[in-house]
């Protein structure tokens, strides 16, 4: 007979200790960045991983998703219980393994909230992986999935919304890569003068869509950007203007830099 119940109720954590010497399936339902997560475990082992019916066989990916979980506590749980020949075998973590490094995360997110940047913070990429020393395979793996967003400047809030995890995640993953040097804060015109050769330029390899070019024309000459040949960039917007416009800027190459992503998840396929 199927169990089910609030995750605010019983969390993850304990949900994990109940599943530690069954064999079934645990499904979590509209939790809040996926509407449905599907466990799968032998006694002992989470041996697989759905996230909307698409199998999960990274365990850095399964990590950051119980995190954002355990982190926010919403939706229900449905715990039904198989026989281990029924289930998928897509991962192979031990669940005491798999509940100490989640634990781990949120308590370092605890531990640095005070070090971590505004959600809203645009990032760019300062130089290459070359010579980086990832001693977190986690933080590898996402700086690899992140990097064509990086490369363009990105906040913490959108690319939590892209990946589908906590925006305090994102946040001390960008943390750790500007300690390590290889993201920091865009400067404004810096963005200013991608977003003009992504307009202009036929060769570069971000591209804006046919419904995105428009937009940036139009915000261009909203806030009185110059034409492409020898505009320059204003100086003199501080505060809130200019985190606007920092704002607008990334949003529009990040219209481009999603779909280089897009693709190159599906090449990695």
Known sequence: MPVTGDIAELPLPDLLEMMRHRSGKLQLLQTQQI???QLHFTPGYLCGFMIDKHIIRSESQVVDKLVTVTKNPIGRFVYTPAHASSLMGSVRIGVDRLALIIVSQVDEI??????????HRIF???????GADFEDAQLAEFFHGSVNLLKCGISAEKLASIERISTEQVQLYLYKLSLLGLVGPARRDDLWAQLDA???SKSTPLKLTDESRPAAVRARRTLRIPSPTGWKPNRTATGDEATNDQRQISRLLELAAEEAAKKQRVAGR
Do not use: F, I, K
């Open 35 to 37: 509407s449905e997560m």
């Open 124 to 130: 760019r990429l300062q130089r290459s992986e070359n």
């Open 110 to 119: 605890s531990v640095n909230r005070q070090q971590l940047s505004p959600p």
């Open 198 to 200: 992504v307009l202009q």
